[in-house]
């Protein structure tokens, strides 16, 4: 089977959703199907060239420093319009027995719509957590402007879909509380990331040798984007409020910033007197990445609204427990595997969460890290879990060939 995954960028700062598309490529290349990627990055990205799937980009050049100033700034720019697009579907559309459209929100979900009405290769969304009102909340006049895409564009897109992939019922839920999603095309497919291989004790010496300062010391650790959302300000002013009685623990923050929010965090952390025990580590690959996870006491990630949350799952992959709030999408499964302790997103949870984990015996912590790796095991294993998507996109094409 030849299955085309379609994503605004590859460039991994962007996070999980294009971490699924890497691991979905290769689950389903050891499965025998041939996978490929089709974006919007410039073709001359490094990312491009360093992407583990082939992958086609369709995105312009940017010729001028106002133009990379607005590719990186402006919404309105990264939206992403190309009329490539739509002469790429035209020649190579029919090539697939399948196409996937990772995300709503930019010209990937209409520009392929567009093209793709009327081809005989079905395709399938994944919003990967776009449908959640979340914005509404915090920005009401970016929710008004979304409001109005649904209505004059996404709103197709989802019309015509051969079917819908959610993380999970969660997600599903608050979609089709949120929009007008057709239920009947709605389908939770598993999702998770691939295991973590290579040698423990080589990746915590990777992240050793970076950093240090931090040998010996006992870690709490936060790994992704520097978003708003995360809730980042809300672990710092709970770990400036145990940080007293806790004097063993610093925090580990691993992440890019692309919205320029680290400066006011610095200035937060100093206010509450914990700067000294908050070490930024800046964004983590490899083994760097993966030593973080396992020189950490737990992870935490109060996030305000999170789909599915790849790190927490790399995390217990890690066999380290997690401290999550409950606006993570997977939070029952965590909970459920008594893999770590679920929070409210507000600083009371949080303090409350963190002086908790902070607080286990070594026998408590060994339980939950045990605990840990197998809700990982049974709930997130990436090569078990991407069979059943592709088991629907086999199926659908098949329905389509003998109609």
Known sequence: MKILNVIGSVNTRHGGTTDHVFSCSRAWSRLGCECHILCLDPPSSDYIKNSPVKTFALGEEPTSGFQKFARRRLNISRYGYTPNLRRWFDENAKNYDAIILNGLWNYTSYGSWLALRSSSTPYYVCPHGMLDPWLRRVAPWRQMIRRAFWTLFEKNVIKDTAGIFFASEEELRIACEAYSVPREKCRVVGYGTEDIVGDPETQKAAFLARFPQLRDKRLILFLGRIHQKKGIDLLIKAFGGVAERHRDFDLVIVGPDDSALTPSLHKLATRLGVERRIHWAGMLTGNEKWGAFRCSE??????????????????????????????????????????????????????????????????????????????????????????????????????????
Do not use: Y
């Open 298 to 403: 737990f992870f935490a990630l109060p996030s305000h609204q999170e789909n599915f949350g790849i790190a927490v799952v790399e995390a217990m992959a890690a066999a380290v427990p997690v401290l999550i709030s409950d606006r993570v999408n997977i939070w029952t499964e965590v909970k459920a595997g008594r893999a770590g302790h679920i929070v409210s997103a507000n600083v009371a949870g949080v303090t409350e969460g963190l002086d908790k984990m902070c607080s286990l015996s070594e026998t408590e912590m060994r339980d939950m890290r045990e605990a840990a790796r197998r809700c990982f095991l049974e709930n997130f294993r990436f090569e078990d879990n991407t069979r059943e998507a592709l088991s629907i996109l086999v199926k659908g094409r098949a329905k389509l060939t003998s109609a």
